[in-house]
Antibody, heavy 124, light 107 residues
Framework: QITLTESGPSLVKPTQTLTLTCTFS??????????VGWIRQPPGKGLEWLGH???????RYNPSLEGRVTITKDTSENQVVLTVTDMDPEDTATYYC????????????????WGQGTLVTVSS | DIQMTQSPSSLSASVGDRVTITCRAS??????LTWYQQKPGKVPAVLIY???KLQSGVPSRFSGSGSGADFTLTISSLQPEDFATFYC?????????FGPGTKVEIK
């Protein structure tokens, strides 16, 4: 059974750095073809892919965040960490981590198990 | 970036209705298309991946079709638990992009 849980601050100030941890079970990021992604959803709005990390440490990011996003993994702890620098009120959203799967074993194409999400508010 | 559009943005339908939602990409994306359902206050859940493959555990009343840049999600007979917002997502190229969503409401 695959589960993912996001943890981190619920409130950050503008210009601060957000660090969220995704702790997962039921799979290993050492296994080929596996990835973990981060997706966010502003209140009442749609979904935005932030990026994902693959089992081989390949990382992909959304360039719309202009280099502010970093995703790292700790395979021994079954954790993936999202860092977003220079937070702005427009970054207020529910942040989800999700298990990524591909149409082939060489990619991530979609997200089949999601954490419950954590609401992060950016306000002074 | 590949832009994804969906139509309609919302619809009202009755239980038992056949519902069709369209997703269009700004360029051809092969079969790299996934559909998600998000119920109010809940986490998105994958329904269809690779355009037409039904995710394990998803009822067979959901189906997907399409190719190139035009895709369709069909619910053959709408059930009370299907009222939600539906999103398409392309994985043909990075950055992955989602459609804006189609909200299916009770008539």
């Amino acid at each position: 059974q695959i589960t993912l849980t996001e943890s981190g601050p619920s409130l950050v100030k503008p210009t601060q750095t957000l660090t969220l941890t995704c702790t997962f079970s039921g799979f290993s990021l050492r296994a080929s073809g596996v990835g973990v992604g981060w997706i966010r959803q502003p209140p009442g709005k749609g979904l935005e892919w932030l990026g994902h990390i693959f089992w081989d440490d390949d990382r992909r990011y959304n360039p719309s965040l202009e280099g502010r996003v970093t995703i790292t993994k700790d395979t021994s702890e079954n954790q993936v960490v999202l860092t977003v620098t220079d937070m702005d009120p427009e970054d207020t959203a529910t942040y989800y981590c999700a298990h990524g799967r591909g149409f082939s074993v060489t990619t991530v194409d979609y997200f089949d198990f999601w954490g419950q999400g954590t609401l992060v508010t950016v306000s002074s | 970036d590949i832009q994804m559009t969906q139509s309609p943005s919302s619809l009202s339908a009755s239980v038992g209705d056949r519902v069709t939602i369209t997703c269009r990409a700004s360029q051809t994306i092969g079969n790299y298309l996934t559909w998600y359902q998000q119920k109010p206050g809940k986490v998105p859940a994958v329904l269809i991946y690779a355009t037409s493959k039904l995710q394990s555990g998803v009822p067979s009343r959901f189906s997907g079709s399409g190719s190139g840049a035009d895709f369709t999600l069909t619910i053959s007979s709408l059930q009370p638990e299907d009222f939600a917002t539906f999103y398409c997502q392309q994985s043909y190229s990075h950055p992955f992009t989602f459609g804006p969503g189609t909200k299916v409401e009770i008539k």
